[in-house]
C-alpha cells in the first residue's frame, strides 16, 4: 500500500532574510545613512560588549562597552586634534547608560583635566581638577561644581581650606597667606568673607613678609556681622539639601 508523506513546510523567504539580517555576536564595521560606524560585538540587534563607535561629524570616537545600545562599562573618548593631525583623548574612566558614571578622567585642554567621581556626566563626589592656570582644587564636587568640603592650592603656593557652596567658598574656612606669612581664620558666605581674624603664620619662611606685624583690630558689632552670615549660610543649606534629594 503506498504511504504518502506530506511535503515539508516551508518558511517564508523574508522570514529567512530577516533572521539572517539580526546582529549578534561579533560583527565587522556595520554602517549607518549618515556615515557614521560601529565594529565589534552585537545583541538583537544592540551594540553589547566590546566595540568601536566612529561619529562621522564630529570625527569623534568611542572604544569600550557597551550594554543595549548604549555606552555603559569602561571606555574612551576620543575627538580629532586639528592641529597635530591625530586624534587627542577627551575622556577615559567609566559608563552608565550612555553617561559619565563613576570614576573617569576628563581632558578639557592642555594641562587643564579632572580626576575622580561622575554622575551623569557631571562632576559629582570626590574629585581632583588641575587648572591650566596653575591651580589645583582638590575635594567634593556637587552638579559639576566644587560643593562641600575641599582645598583650592594657588599657582603661588596659596590656599583655601574650607567649605564650598555651588562653585564659591561658603562656610567656615581657612586662607593660609603663605608668600606672605599670614593665616585667616574665618567664615564665607557665597564666596566673600565676613568675619574672621588674621594672624602671623609662618613669617620666617615667607618669600615676601609684611614688614609689621598685624595689628589687634576689632569689629564695632560683631555679633551682628555673625548672625547675618549665620543666616545665609543656614538659607544656603536648605535650598542646598533640597536640590540634593533630587539630585544623584
Known amino acids: 500500500m503506498p504511504v504518502s508523506k506530506c511535503p515539508k513546510?516551508?518558511?517564508?523567504l523574508w522570514k529567512d532574510w530577516d533572521e539572517k539580517a539580526q546582529?549578534?555576536?561579533?560583527?565587522h564595521q556595520v554602517?549607518?545613512?549618515n556615515g557614521d560606524h560601529y565594529a565589534g560585538e552585537w545583541k538583537d540587534n544592540l551594540r553589547h560588549g566590546k566595540g568601536t563607535q566612529v561619529w562621522k561629524k564630529k570625527g569623534a570616537i568611542y572604544e569600550g562597552d557597551?550594554?543595549?545600545?548604549?555606552?555603559d562599562g569602561y571606555g574612551t573618548l576620543s575627538l580629532p586634534d586639528q592641529e597635530k593631525g591625530k586624534y587627542r583623548k577627551v575622556y577615559s574612566g567609566w559608563w552608565k547608560d550612555d553617561k559619565k558614571s563613576?570614576?573617569?578622567?576628563?581632558?578639557?585642554?592642555?594641562?587643564e583635566y579632572y580626576e575622580g567621581e561622575w554622575c551623569s556626566s557631571q562632576r559629582n563626589g570626590w574629585g581632583r581638577m588641575y587648572y591650566s592656570s596653575g591651580d589645583i582644587y582638590e575635594g567634593q564636587w556637587w552638579k559639576d561644581k566644587p560643593h562641600g568640603e575641599g582645598m583650592l592650592r594657588l599657582k603661588n603656593g596659596n590656599r583655601y581650606e574650607g567649605g564650598?557652596?555651588?562653585g564659591r567658598k561658603h562656610g567656615p574656612g581657612r586662607f593660609f597667606h603663605l608668600d606672605r606669612g599670614q593665616l585667616f581664620q574665618g567664615f564665607w558666605v557665597e564666596g566673600v568673607a565676613k568675619c574672621g581674624a588674621m594672624t602671623d603664620f609662618g613669617r620666617e619662611e615667607a618669600p615676601m613678609p609684611t614688614q609689621f606685624p598685624i595689628p589687634k583690630l576689632k569689629l564695632l558689632d560683631p555679633?551682628?556681622?555673625?548672625?547675618d552670615a549665620l543666616a545665609v549660610f543656614s538659607r544656603t543649606q536648605e535650598e542646598k539639601e533640597e536640590e540634593q534629594e533630587e539630585g544623584c
Open 223 to 227: 555679633d551682628a556681622v555673625l548672625q
Open 66 to 71: 557597551w550594554k543595549f545600545g548604549k555606552r
Open 9 to 12: 513546510r516551508s518558511e517564508p
Open 164 to 166: 564650598w557652596e555651588r
Open 31 to 33: 554602517y549607518a545613512v
Open 102 to 111: 563613576g570614576y573617569g578622567i576628563q581632558f578639557f585642554r592642555p594641562k
Open 23 to 27: 546582529k549578534n555576536g561579533l560583527r
